[in-house]
Each structure stands twice: as structure tokens, then as C-alpha cells.
Nanobody, 115 residues
Framework: VQFVESGGGLVQPGGSLSLSCVAS????????MSWYRQRSERERDLVAG??????IYADSVKDRFTISRDKARNTVYLQMTRLKPEDTAVYFC???????????WGQGTQVTVSS
């Protein structure tokens, strides 16, 4: 099982970024997927999850972030808008809807929101 996240970077408050995660080693089309983030030394927190017909978001990102997936490309996306400094974190993806299914994680992608 492998996850490869990309798309992070430095953005000013109020800006936007789009993250991608390519997954392999399991039946992506049959699995739910989620994005998580880890800020400083804190634990990874759920940001958003997606499964057939449903999505779930952390309260702090509702109406700003959108999760989507392309089953043909084994890719899950996270479109982030109106970014805030508190969104600064390393972002990861994993299988599962709100609980990570696999113990192994990718390297993540750093998002820094700063003026």
C-alpha cells in the first residue's frame, strides 16, 4: 500500500491550493478515502472523507475545502480555498472514511499559509 501526496506549498491567507494523492496497492475504487493533517507535534486530525454518495468535513474546514476522487486515476483530491494560517500543516491521505485504514502513510505534503 502506498500513498503519494503532492500539491502543497506556501500561500497567502485567503489563497487557494489543490492537493492530490495517488494511492496504490489496494482496491481504490472500492475504498473510502480521507485527508488528514498534522500540525507541529500534534496528532493527525481528519480533514475530509469521501465515500459513495457522502462526504464528511472537519468543522474548521467546512465550506472552504472540497474532497473529490477520480477512481480511474486512483487519485483523491483536496481543493482548499480561503486558506487561513491555522491550516498550516502537513497533509496526508489514507483509505477509510474517517478512520485511517492502513498503518503506513505517505510522506505528506506541506501547506504553509503565511503573509
Amino acid at each position: 500500500v502506498q500513498f503519494v501526496e503532492s500539491g502543497g506549498g506556501l500561500v497567502q491567507p485567503g489563497g487557494s491550493l489543490s492537493l492530490s494523492c495517488v494511492a496504490s496497492g489496494f482496491s481504490f475504487s472500492l475504498n473510502e478515502m480521507s485527508w488528514y493533517r498534522q500540525r507541529s507535534e500534534r496528532e493527525r486530525d481528519l480533514v475530509a472523507g469521501i465515500r459513495s454518495g457522502e462526504t464528511i468535513y472537519a468543522d474548521s474546514v467546512k465550506d472552504r475545502f472540497t474532497i473529490s476522487r477520480d477512481k480511474a486515476r486512483n487519485t483523491v483530491y483536496l481543493q482548499m480555498t480561503r486558506l487561513k494560517p491555522e491550516d498550516t500543516a502537513v497533509y496526508f491521505c489514507n483509505a477509510g472514511y474517517s478512520i485511517p485504514q492502513y498503518k503506513n502513510w505517505g510522506q505528506g505534503t506541506q501547506v504553509t499559509v503565511s503573509s
